[in-house]
């Protein structure tokens, strides 16, 4: 029988073994050689654990956490709980914290204080912890222009996804701190205005080329018109 070269358990520990507990330690000793060398490490490590559970914009009123996993801690980081979502988590207003939905900035956080092996998610306009939770995670950002969803910044990913209504020939804008190769962009129909006649109808085209410049037109079939229009658009950006 060969037994080749391999990496054994001594490579966990520093040197001789001092950065773990020893058959030597005094009785007396134990917890603390075990909480300086086994329990603060791991904690340290595993503190801002998060695993999936990516933020995404879903619509101009809610959001999408992913699936994963991840780590809460109470205000003091003395107390760590462990939980995993095995499926996404769609997120409402009702899930804000306290008060009405309002404009403004708000943040996204995971809730660990159910007795459960799951989380559940928060909104809230506090960037330091929402109202009533004692374990959390913050996820993310967004704000809320004119009471609509438009911009998400993920903390894990450094995804932003920005929304809104663009003029016909406009260029979409980049997120502050990105650039266009980070970035994905599309656009919707939005709104027009035709004037004059119309008698078989019109029918709305927009685009949008690789430089961010959209394009929309309302055509009117059979006679000729002037007419305005606005698209809506998404651009999604990570680093």
């Not at 009785?27 to 490490?41: E, H, K, L």
């Not at 016909?168 to 709104?191: A, H, K, M, Q, R």
Request: proline share 2%; charged share 20%; hydrophobic share 30%.
């Amino acid at each position: 029988m060969l037994v080749k070269q391999c990496y054994s358990s001594n490579l966990w520990r520093k040197g001789t073994g001092e950065d773990t507990p020893l058959g030597t330690e005094l009785i007396n000793d134990i917890d603390d050689v075990i909480f300086q060398r086994i329990t603060d490490p791991i904690d340290r490590v595993l503190a801002n654990h998060r695993q999936g559970t990516n933020m995404e914009y879903l619509t101009v009123a809610t959001l999408t956490v992913k699936a994963g996993e991840l780590v809460c801690s109470n205000s003091g980081g003395t107390i760590r709980r462990f939980r995993q979502n095995t499926s996404d988590t769609t997120v409402t207003w009702a899930d804000l914290d306290t008060g009405s939905e309002s404009t403004g900035t708000y943040y996204l956080y995971g809730n660990c204080d159910a007795d459960a092996t799951t989380f559940t998610v928060k909104i809230s306009a506090s960037s330091s912890a929402p109202t009533g939770a004692t374990y959390y995670k913050q996820l993310g950002s967004f704000s809320n222009d004119g009471l609509d969803i438009s911009s998400v910044l993920d903390n894990l990913t450094r995804t932003t996804t920005t929304t809104g209504t663009i003029a016909d020939g406009s260029t979409i804008s980049i997120p502050s701190g990105y650039s266009e190769g980070d970035c994905d962009w599309t656009v919707g129909l939005g709104d027009g205005t035709i004037t004059g006649s119309h008698p078989d109808g019109v029918y709305y085209t927009t685009t949008v080329n690789s430089s961010r410049v959209v394009n929309c037109d309302i055509i009117a079939i059979g006679a000729g018109t002037d007419s305005t229009c606005t698209a809506n658009y998404s651009i999604t950006c990570t680093k």
